[in-house]
């Protein structure tokens, strides 16, 4: 398996091209009363693979049901030093490091680990081992359509797509001077505004997109999501996080989670001390708009 570079390159290209005409939309989303917040203390654990019993990474459920058919996303936690067996999954997930060091690469591949705000994806029927090096190991993963399988290597096949490995420090970061989703109307570009990555999917009407979202700290602002569906998880920072008319103020740690469908407005600060990182996984486009 190799360590795809130049993935986020390309991908970068097309979507700039993409982007180039989008508008800053003015018009304010009504609050969206099927918006959900799952704190990370409130996330229920069990086995990710029932079958291996106490040896078996824990895992948490953030939104959908990973043992049903339909898409779900869900946190994993792993032990210092695990290491898995080979094996493969019966369907491609996506992965995004929180917190610790993640290898997941073929067996007999050299270590190369992924720390918190990388991202990864694995090939379903593709053998693979996945490894963990440090006292708290933290990731997301979501898949397209569930369940979600642990299988043995003997039963690996090719579903004709590539893994991709992106360490955090490899990201294309893009500003208001690169993309019209960030309203910096007052607002110097600067290092401190916010930003970007792109990662996978078109993030156009009626597409599904994935990336992250780079706010500074001090950000006070908003985040409106014109798409059918809206999910978010905080990889690094701590949020506050409210609706527009819905002052319920919480604070959202890194593995939390919020969602919502259709046009919606949640009100975000990020002021802890160090920026905040968001992965959102959407249905449509999405602005941030600092105030």
């Given at each position: ?73 869900f946190l994993v936690q792993f032990v210092n030093g695990f290491s898995s067996p080979p094996h493969i999954h019966n369907v491609t ?98 290092a401190d505004a916010p930003k970007v990555a792109f990662l996978w999917g078109k993030p156009q009407d009626g597409q599904l997109n ?6 500074p700290d001090g950000f006070t602002g908003e985040i409106h999501s014109h798409g059918s569906t809206f999910r978010a998880v905080v ?57």
């Amino acid at each position: 398996m190799k360590n795809i570079k130049t993935f986020l390159i390309l991908a970068l290209a097309l979507l700039v091209t993409i982007l180039g005409s989008a508008q800053v939309r003015s018009q304010t989303p009504e609050p969206d009363t099927d918006a959900e917040v799952v704190l990370i203390s409130e996330v229920e654990w069990g086995p990710l693979n029932p079958a291996r019993g106490d040896q078996s990474p824990k895992a948490g459920t953030l939104w959908g049901d990973r043992t049903d058919s339909g898409p779900s996303g869900f946190l994993v936690q792993f032990v210092n030093g695990f290491s898995s067996p080979p094996h493969i999954h019966n369907v491609t997930y996506r992965g995004v490091v929180i917190s610790g060091l993640v290898h997941n690469d073929d067996p007999g591949a050299e270590n190369m680990w992924l720390p918190a705000g990388s991202f990864w994806t694995q090939p379903a029927g593709e053998v693979h081992i996945t490894s963990a090096d440090d006292n708290n190991n933290l990731a997301y993963i979501e898949i397209e359509e569930g369940p979600y399988l642990v299988l043995p290597s003997e039963e690996a096949f090719d579903n004709g797509e590539r893994p991709v490995n992106v360490d955090e420090s490899n990201l294309v970061w893009l500003d208001a001077s690169n993309i019209a989703w960030i309203d910096q109307t007052g607002v110097t570009a600067s290092a401190d505004a916010p930003k970007v990555a792109f990662l996978w999917g078109k993030p156009q009407d009626g597409q599904l997109n994935g990336t992250f979202v780079k706010l500074p700290d001090g950000f006070t602002g908003e985040i409106h999501s014109h798409g059918s569906t809206f999910r978010a998880v905080v990889i690094q920072g701590q949020l506050s996080h409210h609706l527009l008319n819905n002052k319920n103020l919480q604070t959202l740690k890194s593995g939390s989670y919020f969602g919502s469908s259709g046009e919606t407005v949640h009100q975000a600060e990020c002021k802890t001390g160090q920026e905040c990182i968001i992965y959102v996984r959407g249905k449509g486009t999405f602005d941030v708009i600092p105030r």
